[in-house]
T-cell receptor, first 114, second 113 residues
Framework: DGGITQSPKYLFRKEGQNVTLSCEQN?????MYWYRQDPGQGLRLIYY???????QKGDIAEGYSVSREKKESFPLTVTSAQKNPTAFYLC?????????????FGPGTRLTVL | LAKTTQPISMDSYEGQEVNITCSHN???????ITWYQQFPSQGPRFIIQ???TKVTNEVASLFIPADRKSSTLSLPRVSLSDTAVYYC??????????????FGTGTRLKVLA
């Protein structure tokens, strides 16, 4: 089955620790995205990547870092510099060179900082 | 950043048609309008996408007037399983590397028996 996988589904970390969230897709999409969702809120864009070895900051990139070494993978690191990291994190992908640019989302990772 | 506006919540009864409207006054020429459904603790699921006039698929219809400043998602004969949050999204990723996205705040639909 084609799709986007995120792991783990739930993640706990202690304050001051970095943590990396995984995102993998087998849709052969060029573009990948990371969003953050807080309770009762919409989605906010953290980072996005159009092609391998290239990525751009979104609206709330501070305290986060990403890499795009492979087309299929776009891991997100939540660093200790992120002041309020507890949230639901969503990864998405799309064929960016189409103007329609439909994004397909993974199941999400819920991060809780203790 | 331009914004979209959606009703915060709506209630409906099983079997009824539900219409959810999203206002996007600053829509650009290249923007497509996409609607998503999201259940608690899950990723949004694509429902339908359109550019103008009317689009229909097996689960919904999307109505877009000529000025494209709003769009209406229509769900025919809703069931209890349609209880979810519905988001409209406008996203354009330009070849220059810049982007524009407008994610609605979502409409919480509750379907009652």
């Amino acid at each position: 089955d084609g799709g986007i996988t995120q792991s783990p589904k739930y993640l706990f970390r202690k304050e001051g620790q970095n943590v990396t969230l995984s995102c993998e897709q087998n849709l052969n999409h060029d573009a990948m995205y990371w969003y953050r969702q807080d309770p009762g809120q919409g989605l906010r864009l953290i980072y996005y990547s159009q092609i391998v070895n290239d990525f751009q900051k979104g609206d709330i990139a501070e305290g986060y870092s990403v890499s795009r070494e492979k087309k299929e993978s776009f891991p997100l690191t939540v660093t200790s510099a992120q002041k309020n990291p507890t949230a639901f994190y969503l990864c998405a992908s799309s064929i960016w060179w189409e103007t329609k640019d439909t994004q397909y989302f993974g199941p999400g990772t819920r991060l809780t900082v203790l | 950043l331009a914004k979209t506006t959606q009703p915060i919540s709506m209630d409906s009864y099983e079997g009824q048609e539900v219409n959810i409207t999203c206002s996007h006054n600053n829509i650009a020429t290249n923007d497509y309008i996409t609607w998503y459904q999201q259940f608690p603790s899950q990723g949004p699921r694509f429902i339908i996408q359109g550019y103008k006039t009317k689009v229909t698929n097996e689960v919904a219809s999307l109505f877009i007037p000529a000025d494209r400043k709003s769009s209406t998602l229509s769900l025919p004969r809703v069931s209890l399983s349609d209880t979810a949050v519905y988001y409209c999204l406008l996203f354009t990723l330009f070849t220059s590397g810049t982007y524009k996205y407008i994610f609605g705040t979502g409409t919480r639909l509750k379907v009652l028996a």
